[in-house]
T-cell receptor, first 113, second 116 residues
Framework: GENVEQHPSTLSVQEGDSAVIKCTYS??????FPWYKQELGKRPQLIID?????GEKKDQRIAVTLNKTAKHFSLHITETQPEDSAVYFC????????????FGTGTRLTVIP | GAVVSQHPSWVICKSGTSVKIECRSL??????MFWYRQFPKQSLMLMAT?????????EQGVEKDKFLINHASLTLSTLTVTSAHPEDSSFYIC????????????FGPGTRLTVL
């Protein structure tokens, strides 16, 4: 099955700075890569996703880039705010059977006011 | 947006008893639902994929006789933890994928299970 690795596990940035989280995946056939934000004790919320036919996608302060050749994708958050503090998970969807999502290990982002 | 609910949100049970957790898609049909387990400060581990009207597909290492899954309708999947033990204590989260939009998964709020 798909194996997704995520780095760093923790990240602290000053308010207003940018944050970058990186993920790699193993299955070259994977074609869908969502990012989820999970606040403490709450459900994961989809914040942005990208499909394999696109190299970059942006939504206001959030952007995701995908390098299919290298099998890695990254989340970029600009002008960070304290409310961006949460755990962020990347995921990759495999192409077998039910098209399951396989998640990275998560990055705990802390934005320091 | 698509909403997924879970019930109960929190349950405490005695060792040896069984606990049923419900996952509902409130405003869309979900042919496929997923059950995840999450330990503190860890990632989401897929336990099984639940397909409406057919048997669930379990991930390697997940005991199907211990974690019974039923997906009887397009809006409801249930996970029953049978003969629960303290090591089953965890945060269980379901997600649902719309029948006609197969990319996005919407997550339920999760159920925290504590087995005494």
């Amino acid at each position: 099955g798909e194996n997704v690795e995520q780095h760093p596990s923790t990240l602290s940035v000053q308010e207003g700075d940018s944050a970058v989280i990186k993920c790699t995946y193993s299955d070259s056939a994977s074609n869908y890569f969502p990012w989820y934000k999970q606040e403490l004790g709450k459900r994961p919320q989809l914040i942005i996703d990208i499909r394999s036919n696109v190299g970059e996608k942006k939504d206001q302060r959030i952007a995701v880039t995908l390098n299919k050749t290298a099998k890695h994708f990254s989340l970029h958050i600009t002008e960070t705010q304290p409310e961006d503090s949460a755990v962020y998970f990347c995921a990759a969807r495999d192409q077998t059977g039910a098209n399951n999502l396989f998640f990275g290990t998560g990055t705990r982002l802390t934005v320091i006011p | 947006g698509a909403v997924v609910s879970q019930h109960p949100s929190w349950v405490i049970c005695k060792s040896g008893t069984s606990v049923k957790i419900e996952c509902r898609s409130l405003d869309f049909q979900a042919t496929t639902m997923f059950w995840y387990r999450q330990f503190p400060k860890q990632s989401l581990m897929l336990m099984a994929t639940s397909n409406e009207g057919s048997k669930a597909t379990y991930e390697q290492g997940v005991e199907k006789d211990k974690f019974l899954i039923n997906h009887a309708s397009l809006t409801l999947s249930t996970l029953t933890v049978t003969s629960a033990h303290p090591e089953d204590s965890s945060f269980y989260i379901c997600s649902a994928r719309q029948t006609y939009h197969t990319d996005t998964q919407y997550f339920g709020p999760g159920t925290r299970l504590t087995v005494l």
